[in-house]
């Protein structure tokens, strides 16, 4: 069975590789390439797949995924900066699918005692675009 | 890795279907019968799957977005899919057959833009109306 959690953050980022020239960044990432960052209302599912605990009838703690959620990404992500606040992305461009990858290595260490597993990982950058992301890269 | 973008079309259609009588099309589509059409505002997602390149994406998405428009909205948006798409003159314009066709459509054009064979379409989902919606599987 699966549950998914859904969680909001706010942040700003760049999507710029200073390794690059300017005019490939922008032909590479558009308008997501501007040095000076912009912003997205970020929405995160997290999915949890396991059996329901015959004793306490649920599949992991609501309580304590909050609170893992809240501890390892929208604490240290929410208004705040991706490239200049939140390592790796002082040196990852932080495009919605590396942020993805980074939230994947903060939550899977909490789930890998089994039995309930770090199912999925889905991040909405806005209604109309996201990434979902299963693990295949941290394998 | 999984990436889905949003995409939307409005267009009109009429579901009846020439295998049938003029009271066995109404019994079987009901309103969407009516001889003069109606339409939708369609929500089209679009799901590519592939690996992590170099930059951090899985896919160009302003690409994406080129092929799209190009290759799907441009046809449909705004078009009375029966009268103006060659399509479904004989094909009953069912979200099922404007699935099949929008993936035959994008597939047509993929390999023109995207050249890696690691990266496909995983899946085509569109949306009727808020309360109904059709997913078209890759193999």
Known sequence: MWITRRVTFSASHACYNPALSDNENVRLYGL????????H??????????????QTGMI????????????????PMDHRSLNHEVPPFDRV????????VEIWRRLEPHFSAGPVRLHNVRLYETPDLYVDYGGELCA | MRLTRRYRFSAAHRLDSPHF??????????????PY???????????????????????DVQA???LIHESVLTRLDQKNLNADLPEFASVVPTTENIASHIQ?????????????????VDRIRIEETEHNFFELHSL
């Not at chain 2, 109404?26 to 969407?32: D, E, M, S, T």
């Not at chain 2, 059409?37 to 896919?59: F, S």
């Open chain 1, 93 to 100: 461009v932080p495009t919605t699918e590396n942020i993805v």
């Open chain 2, 37 to 59: 059409g109606h339409g939708h505002n369609y929500i089209l997602d679009v799901t590519v799957r592939g690996p992590l390149d170099a930059t951090g994406r899985v896919v």
């Open chain 2, 64 to 66: 994406l977005d080129k």
């Open chain 1, 41 to 54: 209302n970020y929405v995160l599912e997290v999915t949890l797949a396991g059996p329901p605990d015959p």
């Open chain 2, 104 to 120: 035959r459509l994008v597939e047509r054009s993929w390999k023109n833009v995207f050249t890696s064979p690691e990266l496909a």
């Open chain 2, 21 to 34: 009588s003029p009271q066995e099309n109404r019994a079987l589509y009901g309103k969407c019968n009516n």
């Open chain 1, 32 to 39: 997501a390439a501007n040095r000076n960052g912009h912003g």
């Open chain 1, 60 to 75: 992991f703690d609501l309580k304590e995924l909050k609170e893992i959620l809240n501890r390892e990404v929208v604490e």
